[in-house]
C-alpha cells in the first residue's frame, strides 16, 4: 500500500517540537512513501503573517531535506492556514510570496481570534458552535485559495476532551452536502485527520459516516494525515486512516505537487 502522511508539523510551528530531518527518518522507518510538512499559518486579525511562522527558514529547510531524501521519501512543501478570512489581506500577502505544493485550509478560530480549543463548552450550546464551525469552513471553501479543508470535525474532539459529550453529525447532514457541493465545485477537497484516534475522541476527523456521505455527494480528493506534532505520532495512523477510505469506497488516495492534485491506488 502506498503510504503518503499529508499533516505534519514541525519545530517551525508554535506548538511543534521536532526537526524535519528527524520526521523525515521517522517517516520512512514507519513505511511511509511521501509526506507532507505543513507548518500552523494560523491568520489573526492583527498579526503580520510573518510573526506566525518563520517561512523563509522553514522553506529552505524544506529544500534541503527534499536533496537529502532524494530518491528514498518524498517531501512536499504544504502549510495549515488558519482562518484566513480574520485577515484576508495578510493571508493573501503570504500566499503570493510563497509557492507550495499543498495547502490545507483549516478552521481553529471561529471568531475573536480564539480557538475552540480554549471554549469552556460547560456555558455554550455545542450543536450551535459546530453549526457556526461549518459555517465557517463554508466561507473559506468559497472564498479562499487551499487544496483540502483540514479536521472537518475539529470542535468535536474538545467537546468530548472537556465534556464527554459527542455531538449528533446526522442533525448536520443538509449542511454537510451543502460545504461539500461547494468543495467539489471549486475543485477543492477534504483531508481525513487520524489524529483523534490517538486523543479521547477515539476517532477520524472526520469519521467514517461524514466520509462516506463526501463520497456520496461525488467527493473524489482526499487526503490522509496525522497531523503529528511529535515524532512518535509520525505515520502511524496513516494505515488505518487509507483503510478506512477503502470502507467509505474510495480506491485512491490523493497527493499533491505544485498544487495540482494526483492519485495513488489504495
Ligand atoms: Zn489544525
Ligand atoms: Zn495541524
Same mark, same amino acid.
Given at each position: 500500500?502506498?503510504?503518503?502522511?499529508?499533516?505534519?508539523?514541525?519545530?517551525?510551528?508554535?506548538?511543534?517540537?521536532?526537526?524535519?530531518?528527524?520526521?523525515?527518518?521517522?517517516?520512512?522507518?514507519?513505511?511511509?512513501?511521501?509526506?507532507?510538512?505543513?507548518?500552523?499559518?494560523?491568520?489573526?486579525?492583527?498579526?503580520?503573517?510573518?510573526?506566525?511562522?518563520?517561512?523563509?527558514?522553514?522553506?529552505?529547510?524544506?529544500?534541503?531535506?527534499?536533496?537529502?531524501?532524494?530518491?528514498?521519501?518524498?517531501?512536499?512543501?504544504?502549510?495549515?492556514?488558519?482562518?484566513?478570512?480574520?485577515?484576508?489581506?495578510?493571508?493573501?500577502?503570504?500566499?503570493?510570496?510563497?509557492?507550495?505544493?499543498?495547502?490545507?485550509?483549516?478552521?481553529?478560530?471561529?471568531?475573536?481570534?480564539?480557538?475552540?480549543?480554549?471554549?469552556?463548552?460547560?456555558?455554550?450550546?455545542?450543536?450551535?458552535?459546530?453549526?457556526?464551525? /461549518?459555517?465557517?469552513?463554508?466561507?473559506?471553501?468559497?472564498?479562499?485559495?487551499?487544496?483540502?479543508?483540514?479536521?472537518?470535525?475539529?470542535?468535536?474532539?474538545?467537546?468530548?476532551?472537556?465534556?464527554?459529550?459527542?455531538?449528533?453529525?446526522?442533525?448536520?447532514?443538509?449542511?454537510?452536502?451543502?460545504?461539500?457541493?461547494?468543495?467539489?465545485?471549486?475543485?477543492?477537497?477534504?483531508?481525513?485527520?487520524?489524529?483523534?484516534?490517538?486523543?479521547?475522541?477515539?476517532?477520524?476527523?472526520?469519521? /467514517?459516516?461524514?466520509?462516506?456521505?463526501?463520497?456520496?455527494?461525488?467527493?473524489?480528493?482526499?487526503?490522509?494525515?496525522?497531523?503529528?506534532?511529535?515524532?512518535?505520532?509520525?505515520?502511524?495512523?496513516?494505515?488505518?486512516?487509507?483503510? /478506512?477510505?477503502?470502507?467509505?469506497?474510495?480506491?485512491?488516495?490523493?497527493?499533491?505537487?505544485?498544487?495540482?492534485?494526483?492519485?495513488?491506488?489504495?
Amino acid at each position: 500500500m502506498y503510504l503518503a502522511d499529508y499533516h505534519i508539523h514541525t519545530k517551525y510551528s508554535f506548538d511543534g517540537y521536532e526537526q524535519i530531518e528527524d520526521i523525515c527518518n521517522m517517516a520512512m522507518k514507519r513505511g511511509i512513501n511521501e509526506i507532507a510538512l505543513t507548518d500552523h499559518m494560523d491568520i489573526f486579525s492583527d498579526k503580520p503573517y510573518e510573526s506566525i511562522l518563520d517561512c523563509d527558514s522553514l522553506y529552505q529547510d524544506i529544500e534541503r531535506a527534499k536533496i537529502e531524501f532524494d530518491g528514498k521519501l518524498i517531501i512536499r512543501k504544504g502549510v495549515e492556514l488558519g482562518q484566513p478570512q480574520a485577515n484576508p489581506a495578510e493571508s493573501r500577502k503570504f500566499m503570493e510570496k510563497y509557492s507550495l505544493d499543498f495547502i490545507i485550509g483549516s478552521i481553529h478560530n471561529i471568531k475573536d481570534d480564539i480557538d475552540v480549543y480554549e471554549y469552556d463548552f460547560k456555558q455554550l450550546d455545542c450543536n450551535e458552535v459546530y453549526r457556526e464551525y /461549518l459555517m465557517c469552513l463554508s466561507e473559506l471553501t468559497v472564498n479562499y485559495n487551499f487544496d483540502v479543508l483540514g479536521h472537518l470535525t475539529y470542535p468535536l474532539r474538545y467537546i468530548y476532551q472537556k465534556e464527554h459529550k459527542r455531538v449528533d453529525l446526522k442533525l448536520f447532514e443538509a449542511q454537510f452536502r451543502e460545504l461539500f457541493k461547494k468543495v467539489i465545485e471549486r475543485g477543492k477537497g477534504i483531508e481525513v485527520n487520524t489524529s483523534g484516534l490517538l486523543q479521547p475522541m477515539n476517532e477520524m476527523m472526520p469519521p /467514517l459516516s461524514i466520509i462516506k456521505l463526501y463520497k456520496e455527494c461525488g467527493g473524489e480528493i482526499i487526503t490522509v494525515g496525522s497531523d503529528a506534532h511529535k515524532i512518535g505520532q509520525i505515520g502511524t495512523t496513516i494505515k488505518q486512516g487509507q483503510e /478506512l477510505l477503502k470502507e467509505a469506497g474510495f480506491q485512491y488516495i490523493t497527493i499533491f505537487e505544485n498544487r495540482k492534485p494526483s492519485f495513488k491506488k489504495i
